[in-house]
């Protein structure tokens, strides 16, 4: 596609259970992130890859927490043994190369009821 | 470590007029760069603006333009000839030159154009 690809655009789980978020960045570019946005508030930082390895992942805020790419392309955030406090818009961007425009993806609206 | 900050949660403007949304930074670096993004109903996040701290030329892309005082860790935007399509939430945001790319975005001000 055209541009970063999020799926699924929301999702409601019930607490305690695990959910996988899935980003397709725009063809050919390296890098990838992940942010979170509470409701009201600004992005957080969660992790970066280049190319498939995650040089940062200092934002990840538990060991529930993780993420993998493949390759350049599709990346997976799983929020295991989810929690009402997880309840955000996770936000996925890519970018060409380091120092370069990050261009986002729609989110995916999580709700943990 | 870097902090965006944005101290106008809300703002408004009438139609066709100009509005200016403050942001503040606290680095210690010499070389980074500083974005306005602009993040409609949505959710997708849209670049507006980017300034690079070397240049000392202030960023100016149609209607947007900044207000960069790097010595007062400054960078404000201005908006003008407010459109009602320009109603969203605008976020600050700080990348360091050369590292991983990460933005450190502010808290946001929400933007209410008016007819």
């Known amino acids: 596609g055209a541009g970063v690809s999020q799926s699924p655009s929301n999702k409601v789980t019930e607490k305690g259970k695990d959910v996988e978020l899935r980003c397709d960045p725009i063809?050919?570019?390296?890098?990838l992130y992940w942010y979170r946005q509470r409701l009201g508030q600004g992005l957080e930082f969660l992790i970066y890859?280049?190319?498939?390895?995650?040089?940062?992942k200092s934002g990840l805020p538990s060991d529930r927490f993780s993420a993998e790419r493949t390759g350049e392309s599709v990346s997976t955030l799983t929020i295991q043994r989810t929690q009402q406090e997880d309840s955000a818009v996770y936000l996925c961007?890519?970018?060409?190369?380091?120092?370069?425009?990050?261009?986002f993806g729609q989110g995916t609206r999580l709700t943990v009821v | 470590a870097q902090t965006v900050t944005q101290s106008q949660p809300e703002m408004s403007v009438q139609e066709a007029e100009t509005v200016t949304l403050s942001c503040t930074y606290d680095?210690?670096?010499?070389?980074?760069?500083l974005f306005w993004y602009k993040q409609p109903p949505s959710r997708q996040m849209i670049l507006v603006i980017r300034?690079?701290?070397?240049?000392?030329q202030n960023a100016t892309e149609n209607r947007f333009s900044v207000n960069f005082q790097k010595a007062a860790k400054s960078f404000s935007l201005k908006i003008s000839d407010s459109q009602l399509g320009d109603t969203a939430m605008y976020f600050c945001?700080?990348?360091?030159?050369?590292?991983?790319?990460?933005?450190?975005f502010g808290q946001g001000t929400t933007l209410q154009v008016k007819p």
């Open positions: 945001a700080f990348m360091l030159s050369g590292n991983t790319g990460k933005l450190i």
């Open positions: 961007a890519s970018s060409p190369q380091l120092n370069t425009e990050a261009f």
């Open positions: 063809s050919g570019h390296t890098a």
């Open positions: 890859f280049q190319g498939n390895s995650a040089p940062d």
């Open positions: 300034q690079e701290a070397y240049k000392q």
């Open positions: 680095t210690s670096e010499s070389n980074y760069y």
